[in-house]
Structure formats: structure tokens, C-alpha cells
């Protein structure tokens, strides 16, 4: 069979010595592993991945969703962490938790390029949960992200995880200036703003620091028979659990949002959401404009990001900075 569109992933030769390492069953050479099918990923993905179908031993066929990576630090002015990073995700905080997210079973690093192999049960081809015919869809994901964060409350993870500090909050705000100064006329009160995040910055510094996603975007969270399943964790860190509700709310309609912020609270706080929490999300959406006009001067200028200073001139006029 024909591999011309792998393009930069491994060979058949180092694939099948990757899955040997990474798979708990295909520990040492010697174990039979046979690789019977490789196909592309039916969606874009920022990573080099693919589906591998492939039997270990006399073992039942595996599907394999395999992503790629790297080492190297921090991508995206420290947002990301590279494949290492999130297969500890994997296997220090979601796997002890057994919530409903893709099964880890293993990773390997080559000690000659430093690449690593993420390898994660397939879950087939499932929409994301804005695609999905359920009109609860979003709600449950709502539900999802708040008892996860509850969960780990209560059960701190031992894994190192990148933090968010005031310098990671502030440079966001500081890119977006720069970048957005061919439209100073435009946007006028946007340095002011900027100038004045340090507050909203020093807000979600405030205790508690949860174990967040850092990308709950809707299509990082697929639906499959009734139950989501949140996918790309390379973003995973310590910081107000509000910004993945925020993420997961970016533009829908008040009322969805509404909805959706009802269910976080009900999922996380058995006694009603604490006073400083509707601040806290303001905070998390103006860092959430930031987090994307600051992140590269194409984006910040293009016009179809006009409406994210549109909200943040609404949110920091609620926290009077414009």
C-alpha cells in the first residue's frame, strides 16, 4: 500500500519500533507487532498524526490515533507544551481521574531525534461537539469541564505543569498593543486598556489555581453516543478553571452562554458558584481576546478578528479600563 501523503511522519519501519515502545503490551523488541493499515486524520490538526490500525502479538486490532512532536519548549509564547509534555497530561492527571477522555496507552521518545510518539485510542469518526445534532452537546461539555475541575480540587495532580504567571497574562496584552498599532485610529482606547490589564491580571492570579485544559474550544471536545470526550491537551496548566468555560462560550449567543455557565456551576459547586466567580470570567474572556489578538500580527489585522476588540472594548468597559 502506498504512503505517499505521510509526508514527514515516520517510515513503517520506525512507526512499528515507536509502537513497540509506547504500547504496554509491545514492551521489547522481540514482541510481534504487525502494522496492517495507516490513513490520514479525516480533519486538520496542528500536529503530524494519523490512524494506525495494527495487532500486537495474537491480541485483538487496535485503532490508534498517533500524534507526533518534537522536543522543544513551550510553542506559542509558552501556551503549548510539546508531545512529552501532554503525554504526561495523559498519563499523570487524566488516566488516574477515568473520566471520558481518549484511552492513553503510551508514548515513546526517540533518543536519537527527540521525537515523540503520543499513542491514543481512536474513537472513530465522531463530530465535535458544535457539529453535533444534540442541541445538549454544549451543555454537557459545560458539565464535563466542571466536574473536572471539582475532581481536582479535591485530588491535586502530581504532574509538572506549566503555570500561568503575571508575566505569561501581561504578555499578551503587551503583543497586542504592538501589533494592533496600525490600528490606533481605529481603536483608540486599546493602549489604555492594555495598560490596565495588570488588574484583570492580578484577579486571576487570585487563589484557587485549577487544573485547566487551556483550550476548551468546542472543537477540541468530541461527541460521541451522548458523552464528550475533550482531546488535545498540550495546553493543560495551572490557572483559573473560568478561562475553559470562556473558551468554551467564545461568541456563542448570550443565552448559550448563560445556559452553559449554569451547568459549569452546577457541576462544580454543590452550594452555588463563589462571590468573586462572574468577575473571574469577565477576567478569563478579556485574557481570551488577548490570548488570540496578541498571539501574531497577521491575526491581530485581519479583519475577521474585528470582532474580539469589538468584546474586548465591552468587557474592559465593564471593568472600567476604557
Known sequence: MSHSWLGSLPDLESLTAHLRAALPAGAGSEVPLSVLERRPMPFASSSPSEIVTCRVDDGPVLQLYCKYGARHGREDHRHRGDRRY?????????????????????????????????????????????????????????????????????????????????????????????????????????GELCDGFEQVAACLLAPPRDLIHGEYYPHNILFRDGVVHPIDWESAALAPGEIDLASLTDRWPAAIAADCTREYVCARWAEGAPPAFARRLDAARMYLQLRWLGDRPEWTLHERLRWRFRELRRLGKRWGLV
Open 86 to 190: 501532554e503525554a504526561a497530561v495523559y498519563r499523570e492527571v487524566l488516566q488516574p481521574l477515568g473520566l471520558s477522555t481518549p484511552l492513553f496507552y503510551g508514548s515513546s521518545t526517540s533518543s536519537e531525534t527527540g521525537e515523540t510518539l503520543l499513542v491514543l485510542e481512536y474513537l472513530g469518526p465522531c463530530p465535535r461537539v458544535n457539529e453535533a445534532a444534540d442541541c445538549d452537546a454544549l451543555l454537557r461539555a459545560a458539565r464535563w469541564i466542571g466536574r473536572f475541575h471539582s475532581l481536582n480540587e479535591a485530588h491535586p495532580s502530581a504532574a509538572a505543569l506549566f503555570c500561568y504567571r503575571a508575566e505569561y497574562y501581561l504578555g499578551w496584552a503587551r503583543r497586542t498593543a504592538e501589533f494592533a498599532a496600525p490600528l490606533q485610529r481605529r481603536f483608540p482606547w486599546l
